[in-house]
């Protein structure tokens, strides 16, 4: 079975910290993908990545940074220098192969961590 | 701009009765998702449909329906048989597995039992 875990619950941060959130994946899936998430006050899920189970590159984007490791089944997310606009829920989620072809699968949520960074 | 509309915001349902959430997008995607969202326990899949005239039960289809007759449209109805349905509820849609683009949420609509 698929299954995500986020061991972190909340997270509180002051401004300008670094802040890394962690996320440990289970499938028997050769092919899969791995997404994270971010959730604002106003409920909206905001697409912030996406990788396949065949790409282990790290991979920048401004401020976020993600680390997939396929030895420990771990995409762990990194904002350096975190903002206040930073703090929201983030959620990292997992998806089969698409069984034919026109959608990825299901997306299996892990249950969030809670970020929140200070001034 | 595509993207997926949800309607109504929020949603107040009286006991015994069934409510009808709608989801309709623009993004040409074949697949269509519902979750629910409770506090503290993520998003979990309610039903799901890869394409038109097909759907299929998630994790906890128990009190809701759906139906997929058009392709930009998913609608979901909570029914009386929902014993717990107050939450968060979102819907989703997927684009072709290469595209880079993740899965595409609505702003979601918040169900309250009065």
Redesign the interface.
């Known amino acids: 079975a698929q299954k995500v875990t986020q061991a972190q619950t909340e997270i509180s941060v002051v401004e300008k910290e670094d802040v890394t959130l962690d996320c440990v994946y289970e499938t028997r899936d050769t092919t899969y993908y791995l997404f994270w998430y971010k959730q604002p006050p106003s409920g909206e899920l905001v697409f912030l990545i996406r990788r396949n189970s065949f790409d282990e590159q790290n991979e920048i984007s401004g401020r976020y940074s993600w680390n997939f490791q396929k030895s420990t089944s771990s995409f762990n997310f990194t904002i350096t220098a975190s903002q206040v606009v930073d703090s929201a829920v983030y959620f990292c989620a997992l998806s089969e192969a698409a069984l034919y072809g026109g959608s990825q699968g299901n997306l299996i949520f892990g249950k969030g961590t809670k970020l929140s960074v200070k001034p | 701009d595509g993207g997926i509309t949800q309607s109504p915001k929020y949603l107040f349902r009286k006991e015994g009765q069934n409510v009808t959430l709608s989801c309709e997008q623009n993004l040409n995607h ?2 269509m ?1 519902w ?1 629910r969202q409770d506090p ?6 309610i039903y ?1 449909s ?2 038109v005239n097909d759907f299929q039960k ?1 994790d906890i289809a128990e009190g809701y329906s759906v139906s997929r007759e058009k392709k930009e449209s998913f609608p979901l109805t909570v029914t009386s048989a929902q014993k717990n349905p107050t939450a ?1 509820y ?1 819907c ?1 849609s ?4 290469g595209r ?9 609509t ?1 169900l309250t039992v009065v």
């Open positions: 074949d697949a998702y979750y503290g326990q993520g998003l979990r899949l799901y890869q394409i998630g968060f979102l989703a997927s684009p072709p597995p880079s683009k993740g899965y595409t949420f609505g702003s979601g918040r």
